[in-house]
Every structure is written in C-alpha cells, then in structure tokens.
C-alpha cells in the first residue's frame, strides 16, 4: 500500500511563501517522477511541477514557472514545492502524485497514487 501525505498548506497573504511537502510510505520515490497538481473550487485539477526521479530535470506550469520551485530528497522519501509570492489565483487544494512513467508528465492520467491534498488560501 502506498500512501503520499502532503503538509504545510495554510492560510497566507498575497506575496507570501509556503513550502509544501509529499511524503511517502511503501514506495521508493526514487524510481518515480513526481508531480504537483492542484484543484480550486469549481475547476479542474491542474498540473503545477512536476521533477524527475534523479531531481535533475524539473518543469513548470507557466502560471507557476518563476514563482514555484520543485525538489526532493530521495532519501528522505520526500518531495517539496516551495512556493514564493503566492497570489490569490493559487488558492486550490494541492495534491502530490506518482508518475510510474519516470517522465514528469503533465497528464494527470499517468499519475498513479496521489496523496489527500492539501488546502493553500492566499488572501489579497
């Protein structure tokens, strides 16, 4: 059974940070790509970053790109996406994810596991 759990969301204002974190049990991250994906209210779920297994290739929605930073530390079995001058259009649940693939795809479709989510509200 393999279970990732995100923490750090929280409640900020515009131009704040916060740094999420995905930590997983009963799987090596480090034979899988990894992914952040969102969700507002009312909207579809959206792919925000997504890194590669050797954290040597990383890629960015545009709407992030700049903003957000994706790593990990394999042997922490954790991923990060540090998010800096967060705006109110970021406010979603952000969810983490497995890409079995190892490419870091946009396609939630790919994803296998993913974790609870986690809320992130940015206030003007």
């Known amino acids: 059974q393999v279970q990732l759990v995100e923490s750090g969301g929280g409640l900020v204002q515009a131009g704040d940070s916060l740094r999420l974190s995905c930590a997983a049990a009963g799987r090596t991250l480090s034979n899988y790509a990894m992914g952040w994906f969102r969700q507002a209210p009312g909207k579809e779920r959206e792919f925000v970053a997504a890194?590669?297994?050797?954290?040597?290739?990383?890629h960015y929605a545009h709407s992030v790109k700049g903003r957000f930073t994706i790593s990990r530390d394999n042997p922490k079995n954790t991923v990060y996406l540090q998010m800096n001058s967060l705006k109110p259009e970021d406010t979603a649940v952000y969810y983490c994810?497995?890409?079995?693939?190892?490419?870091?795809?946009?396609?939630?479709?790919?994803?296998?596991?993913w974790g609870q989510g986690t809320q992130v509200t940015v206030s003007s």
């Open positions: 994810a497995t890409d079995p693939t190892g490419l870091g795809t946009e396609e939630a479709v790919v994803y296998d596991y």
């Open positions: 890194i590669v297994w050797s954290g040597g290739s990383t």
